[in-house]
């Protein structure tokens, strides 16, 4: 063994996506590795951040009617992902697939897959930042909403 060049542990998984069983989800992740990478997924925490930012600036406001079904829907969808998130503690540890080099190998390269960028459970993670983001927004937006309706309201009850 001693020489030999070890294949690389995911080629295989993913060449064996279609008949192993569990393939579905290396090609699930897989698919979400292409269309939500790393950058794509930063690039929507900016753009909720800079939703943030606008609703602390006034730059829109949204009513609480309006907001709060939105809001509640975020919400729901957060605890979903914390659900989500809780069932991959497995990825916490590399899989023991034994003592030999090569069990080692996968071991490690699949722990990688699971954690590192690109994986399903960084894009879990983010998906719950920007839920969490876009769910304040609105939150700020509807209570700014809320404050110039009062200001208008007491501008007319003074005049």
Do not use: C, W
Not at 22 to 49: C, F, I, N, Q
Not at 106 to 114: G, I, N
């Amino acid at each position: 063994m001693a020489g030999e060049i070890m294949p690389d542990p995911m080629e295989i998984a993913t060449g064996a996506a279609s008949v192993a069983p569990g393939g579905s989800l290396v090609s699930a992740v897989s698919a979400l590795k292409k269309s939500m990478g790393v950058e794509s997924m930063m690039e929507v925490t900016r753009s909720a951040d800079r939703l943030v930012a606008s609703a602390k600036s006034g730059g829109f406001t949204v009513t609480k009617e309006a907001a709060d079904p939105l809001i509640e829907v975020m919400e729901e969808f957060i605890d979903r992902v914390n659900l989500l998130d809780s069932e991959l503690v497995a990825f916490d540890y590399a899989p023991n697939l034994g003592n030999h080099d090569y069990g080692k190998l996968a071991a490690e390269h699949l722990h990688k897959s699971a954690n590192g960028d690109g994986s399903a459970r960084l894009a879990l993670k983010q998906l719950r930042v920007i839920l969490e983001r876009s769910r304040d927004a609105l939150r700020i937006a509807s209570g700014r909403y809320q404050e110039q309706e009062e200001e208008a309201r007491d501008s007319l009850s003074r005049d």
